[in-house]
Antibody, heavy 119, light 113 residues
Framework: EVQLVQSGGGLVKPGGSFRLSCAAS????????MTWVRQAPGKGLEWVGRIKTKTEGEARDYAAPVKGRFTISRDDSESMVYLQMNSLKTEDTAVYYC??????????WGQGTLVIVSS | DIVMTQSPDSLAVSLGERATLNCKSSQPVLHSSNNKNFLAWYQKKPGQPPKLLIY???ARDSGVPDRFSASGSGTDFTLTISSLQAEDVAVYYC?????????FGQGTKLEIK
């Protein structure tokens, strides 16, 4: 089955760290650009960042609000993508989605995981 | 960065009637190499991940009902639902994926009148 299954999520204090995981199945993961998108409570969708393929040097791009604090990585042997979030702020509270990014947008999304940053 | 602006912010339409949603990009999103607009539309319902409806500005994704259609080029785009169904109540987002960072509009909330 073609799917992205996320794990992780929870409550963390401001300044803390958290790692989200996303397991892909049914896709050629080594050729996939993987992206993270978030939605804060009551807000719209916000692109967080992406990681390109190994043959593209696993190049990463990040949105300005998370650059320098968040890191995306991938493990092609396990078809996994990760979002390491450091120096978390209350405004990082959101549902985080991993997605498969193609030249036709993002046709495949994980189920989403909620991260709450609060003291 | 490319800024995406959707209008209206919310829209109420009667069942069976037409809904028209608009999206404007601050820069053209037309890729000259393949003459495709890198513009997508997503449907977002509470508690669910976004669902891709339209890509390349006018191509319906697999399984999307044909009451959903879209058009536009350059900087101005439209999503049309020809005959609104109850299950179409959602927030709709346009997204440009022409330039990094990909960016979403603020969303249009579609409701039943």
């Amino acid at each position: 089955e073609v799917q992205l299954v996320q794990s992780g999520g929870g409550l963390v204090k401001p300044g803390g760290s958290f790692r989200l995981s996303c397991a892909a199945s049914g896709i050629t993961f080594t050729n996939a650009w993987m992206t993270w998108v978030r939605q804060a409570p009551g807000k719209g969708l916000e692109w967080v960042g992406r990681i390109k393929t190994k043959t593209e040097g696993e190049a990463r791009d990040y949105a300005a609000p998370v650059k320098g604090r968040f890191t995306i990585s991938r493990d092609d042997s396990e078809s996994m993508v990760y979002l390491q979030m450091n120096s978390l702020k209350t405004e990082d509270t959101a549902v985080y989605y991993c997605t498969l990014e193609l030249d036709r947008g993002s046709p495949l999304w994980g189920q989403g995981t909620l991260v709450i940053v609060s003291s | 960065d490319i800024v995406m602006t959707q209008s209206p912010d919310s829209l109420a339409v009667s069942l069976g009637e037409r809904a028209t949603l608009n999206c404007k990009s601050s820069q053209p999103v037309l890729h000259s190499s393949n003459n495709k607009n890198f513009l997508a539309w997503y449907q977002k319902k509470p508690g669910q991940p976004p669902k891709l409806l339209i890509y390349w500005a006018s191509a319906r994704d697999s399984g999307v009902p044909d009451r959903f259609s879209a058009s536009g080029s350059g900087t101005d785009f439209t999503l049309t639902i020809s005959s609104l169904q109850a299950e179409d109540v959602a927030v709709y987002y346009c997204q440009q994926y022409f330039r990094t960072p990909p960016s979403f509009g603020q969303g249009t909330k579609l409701e039943i009148k």
